[in-house]
């Protein structure tokens, strides 16, 4: 009796950072014990990861494919990226914020740096590392090397809830050269120090009628 | 000491100029942000009693922490005070040019030689480099580098940013002549 053997066809990944030849990995994690003045009940992280390597699409054209070059380098940085984060922040059941950005050398087109970030094969795995559902808000921009991105994050399961709004200002010294991309992941293991601004199942309605006499 | 922040960068350099850098070049800073503690007090002359105070417990703090992000034994290590627009530059040195600093970093890396430094005075967000000499002979010219730092929001006016970095190796793809060839 033989068994016959279905062989699925599936994209080749990388495998390490080396076989998309990243250049440097940052990680930055700021841990704030006072604000306003005030302490907060327990420090609290926010941490930022990003990985600087060379642009594969530089001199294709805007015709070119980008999904399959994503579709092999993108998964190794999510892993890399959200590892990075979830061992600074002590695991994933820790993180309750996530955030995304990507930074393209002034050579590449902004599109470059989406084909890393905006697709399945970044997003779904860094979400599911770190054990989220929400969609994954962003950051992108081209930019000389040296410059400061500032990067949203909000809620991994539930996007709407207004305490975890938050941002990251991250730097980024000799980064993307011309020629590179940076591609980041960011968490938080909470929401803002001391939030208090309400939330939308607290919000008066609030329309422009507020402007009519006498209301 | 009022601390605010604490800020840990980790650097994995993997490759430079083209070539393959092995093993992954790792340096790490970890910088502590704390109010002045001479804030508001106008020209003190002796610094003495706020550095016996804070200078153990930035020490105490930082150079674990060090350690521990650099994931590696160090071979290179350097310090930054950056002092907020109220102070003086003298606040800063007081904090890390102290055996009462520098002592724990050496200790805890088994280190022997003197820490190099970046006293600076600036806004919020400033843009410093940390200078890295090699931890028991800072002769040793494949081990003379430095780290770009920006910590934004930090230091505020009445505040001081108190940092040590650490080296896992010289710098990335080092290949100049060492000094005694030149002597």
């Known amino acids: ?215 | 000491m009022k601390l605010r922040k604490i800020t840990t960068i980790v650097d994995e350099v993997l490759t430079e100029g083209g070539a393959t850098v092995d093993p992954v070049a790792r340096t790490a800073v970890v910088a502590a942000v704390i109010e002045n503690p001479w804030k508001g007090q106008g020209f003190v002359q002796q610094l003495n009693t706020g550095i016996d105070d804070i200078a153990p417990q930035l020490g105490k703090l930082l150079a674990p922490r060090v350690m521990e992000a650099l994931g590696s034994p160090l071979e290179a290590y350097g310090k930054a005070a950056i002092v907020g627009l109220n102070g003086e530059i003298e606040h800063g040195s007081g904090l890390i040019h102290t055996l009462k600093f520098g002592n724990f970093f050496r200790d805890a890396a088994s280190a022997s030689t003197l820490l190099p430094a970046v006293e600076k005075r600036g806004p919020a967000g400033i843009v410093f480099d940390i200078p890295l000499k090699h931890f028991t002979d800072a002769t040793i010219r494949s081990h003379h580098q430095s780290l770009e730092v920006r910590i934004p929001d930090a230091p505020h006016a009445d505040e001081i940013l108190v940092a040590l970095a650490g080296a896992s190796q010289g710098r990335p793809k080092q290949r100049l002549a060492d000094l005694s060839t030149e002597q």
């Open chain 1, 1 to 215: 009796m033989t068994i016959k053997q279905t062989v699925i066809d599936m994209p080749a990944i990388a495998r390490t950072l080396s076989d998309i030849h990243v250049r440097a990995v940052r990680t930055v994690v700021e841990e704030v014990h006072a604000e306003g003045g005030s302490a907060t009940s327990t420090p609290w992280k926010i941490a930022a990861s990003y990985a600087v390597l060379p642009n594969p699409w530089l001199g294709q054209g805007t015709a070119s494919n980008l999904t399959d070059y994503a579709a092999y380098a993108a998964p190794i940085l999510a892993k890399e990226l959200g590892g990075r984060l979830i061992d600074h922040l002590d695991g994933a059941q820790n993180i309750e914020a996530f955030g995304k950005a990507a930074v393209v050398g002034l050579e590449g087109e902004i599109e470059h740096g989406g084909a890393f970030i905006h697709t399945p094969y970044f997003g779904n795995l860094f979400r599911e590392l770190l054990e989220g559902s929400s969609i994954i808000c962003f950051s992108e921009s081209r930019a000389e090397p040296s410059q400061s991105l500032r990067v949203p994050l909000w809620h991994k399961t539930a996007a709407a809830t207004r305490d975890y709004y938050q941002s990251m200002e991250v730097h980024l010294p000799d980064a993307p050269h011309a020629d590179e991309i940076v591609v980041m992941a960011v968490a938080a293991d909470g929401p803002r120090p001391h939030p208090r601004i309400g939330d939308r199942n607290t919000d008066p309605a609030v329309t422009l009628a507020i402007f009519e006499e006498g209301s």
